[in-house]
Each structure stands twice: as C-alpha cells, then as structure tokens.
C-alpha cells in the first residue's frame, strides 16, 4: 500500500512547478494524470467507478473508516472484516496514509484492551507456575486458594498495567497515522478535485489547477 496514485499526482505537480514550465507541459501533465486514472479503471477499482460515477468520493470513503476508530473506538478489539479491508485496499491505491484503519482481528493485541486481557490471562498462568515452584519446594499451596490471594491480585494488577503500556505502544503503531505523510483526509480532497475535473472532461480547468501549483 506504499505506493498511491496521490504520490503520482504530487510527483508530477512538483516536478512541474519545479521545472517552470509552459501550458503546454500542464497540459501534457494533466494527459498522464488522466492515464493514471485509467489505469486503475482497467484494474477494476470498485472505489474509482463510484467516484467517477459520481456515487462516493474519496473524502466520504476516509470519513467512513476514520468514524470507526474515532475516539475510545481506536481502544476497543476490531473483528477481522475482509469486505472493509478490501475497501480500505481499494482507497490505499489512491489515497496515503490509511492502513491504519485495517481490521486485524479480535485477538490481535493492537489495542489496550486486548493487550490488558492477554496481560492478565498470563498472570494467572504464572501463578499457576509460582504453585508449582512452591510445591516442588514443599510448600502446600492451592490453586484456588492462591488465585483470590493478595499475591495473586497485585501480580494481576501488576501485569494489567504492564498490558495497558504495550497496548498504547501498539496503538500508536498500528491505529495511528503517520504522522511524517500528509493527512489522508487532506489528500482524499486533492484526489476528488483531480477526479472531478476528469469527470467532466475539462482539461483546461484542470491545467490551471497545476498551473496554481505555481502561485507563491
């Protein structure tokens, strides 16, 4: 998902503001802008059909997933869901800055609460181990005794918070966007603009969109 279409658009309005070039290399610009739209047209992009059908738009698409993480959301376990995940691939190719949004799994540990859950499972597990250390030793000690035990309840408590730290850590690294790229949302409007003036056929409009590139 590295490479996208917006980094191409970029690419070229760089390359021509950079090169102080004429109407006629805005023009040309705006020819292998309309290729690269075609592009992913033959690859059969159902997100690029609606936009130029004029039924969806980048900007709603980004919406759409960036509501499912907002706020305690971007907390809370995400079922795997091929059919989102699909969708964010489709708007990946034109768009950066959204793998963020892609749905893992309930038990992938890329948030807090999970990671707080597993946490907590492998305390009881390493009480478990710490009987079994004290009756090799000689000491008799019941599980069930062990389990509602202050020495059990600080290392569930221990381990809870050591979970709450690894599932932020991974929340940063896998529910949050890049901070280095620009914002999608910012680079989904860019795209429906370029996307617009392809609709409507209006090349000339879309070569003064270049062209300002160039303005101070």
């Not at 966007?177 to 392809?198: C, P, V």
Request: net charge positive; glycine share 6%.
């Amino acid at each position: 998902m590295d490479q996208n279409q917006y980094t191409i658009f970029k690419e070229l309005d760089r390359a021509y503001v950079a090169g102080g070039l004429g109407d006629l290399d805005a023009k040309r610009i705006v020819t292998q802008k309309r290729e690269s739209i075609e592009s992913l047209i033959s690859q059969s992009n159902p997100l690029v059909q609606s936009v130029l059908a004029g039924n969806d738009s980048f900007a709603k698409s980004y919406h759409s997933f960036s509501h499912s993480f907002r706020g305690y959301r971007r907390f809370l376990p995400r079922r795997d869901d091929p059919l989102s995940n699909e969708r964010l691939q489709n708007l990946a190719k034109v768009v950066p800055n959204v793998i963020h949004f892609k749905r893992r799994s309930l038990f992938a540990a890329d948030n807090p609460i999970t990671c707080i859950v597993y946490a907590v499972l492998f305390s009881f597990v390493a009480g478990g181990l710490w009987i079994q250390t004290l009756s090799d030793s000689g000491e008799k000690v019941s599980y069930a005794t062990f389990v509602f035990s202050q020495a059990q309840f600080f290392l569930s408590i221990s381990c809870a918070l050591g979970g709450l730290v690894m599932g932020a850590v991974a929340m940063l690294r896998y529910r949050t966007r890049n901070m280095k790229q620009i914002h999608a949302r910012e680079a989904a409007t860019y795209m429906d603009l370029n996307y617009s003036f392809y609709r409507s056929n209006d090349d000339e409009g879309w070569s003064r969109l270049i062209d300002s590139e160039k303005a101070p």
